[in-house]
């Protein structure tokens, strides 16, 4: 159910938004929600997988709000797909289930962060803005909840290497893992947030990681963060 539109890359203008969920209802109430708020414009819909994937190659959308269980490719398979397509958009995931056991897995194939569907919608507003900033939606205690399930999965056979990263950055990666945001970090390491903002970019390019969600799921791999830590 794509809207056809598009405008193609894109500089300034209001953050575009795509919608992906097989309940109508839940697209319309999201969409009423996002094109009342200045700022925002939703910019195609979808009701499976695979619409998600075009929706996202044609509409190029800033952020998409992705049901993880729909039909023709759930919300994991499309959100794999979306991150093969190049530049793409910051994917919320969106569940009635809270933390499951996709979690983790839709972290490494590109997750931004995720959503339960009855979030207050100045909440769901926020983060809207939150993951097109570049933050991602993981909160200490959603952290903590990444962690435990990490460790029940069992640590990778090859532990992602830190060889190319400074002492300093292992201090930023190790409190991004905690969930801290820049701000917090810049107070906890006595530097600007601006600092703090310009070590996280380097530690992604030097770990490969596309956005904060994964610098998580590195920070645990990489041993500096372990289950059962209390921030």
């Not at 598009?6 to 209802?25: C, E």
């Not at 794999?80 to 958009?89: E, H, T």
């Not at 939150?130 to 069992?154: E, F, I």
């Amino acid at each position: 159910m794509d809207s056809g539109q598009d405008d193609g890359q894109h500089d300034g203008g209001p953050v575009r938004v795509a919608l992906a969920d097989d309940q109508g209802l839940i697209r319309a109430g999201f969409r009423a929600l996002i094109e009342a708020e200045e700022g925002l414009e939703i910019v195609g819909e979808a009701a499976t997988g695979r619409e998600a994937v075009a929706v996202a190659r044609r509409s190029h959308p800033d952020v998409m709000l992705m049901d993880i269980r729909m039909p023709d490719g759930d919300g994991l398979e499309a959100t794999r797909d979306i991150a093969r397509l190049g530049p793409v958009p910051r994917i919320i995931i969106l569940t009635t289930f809270g933390l499951d056991e996709y979690i983790v897995e839709a972290i490494r194939a590109g997750a931004a962060g995720f959503l339960v569907k009855d979030t207050e919608p100045a909440e769901l507003l926020r983060a809207i803005r939150a993951v097109h900033d570049g933050d991602a939606l993981l909160s200490p205690p959603v952290t903590r909840q990444v962690m435990n399930l990490l460790k029940g999965q069992g640590r990778s056979s090859a532990p992602r290497s830190l060889a190319e990263i400074t002492e300093r950055e292992r201090e930023v990666l190790a409190l991004v893992g905690e969930g801290l945001n820049n701000a917090e970090i810049a107070e906890r390491l006595y530097i600007t947030p601006l600092t703090a903002k310009t070590h996280v970019s380097r530690i992604m390019g030097k770990l490969g990681c596309r956005d904060r969600a994964q610098l998580v799921v590195a920070a645990y791999e990489s041993g500096l963060v372990r289950p059962g830590w209390t921030p």
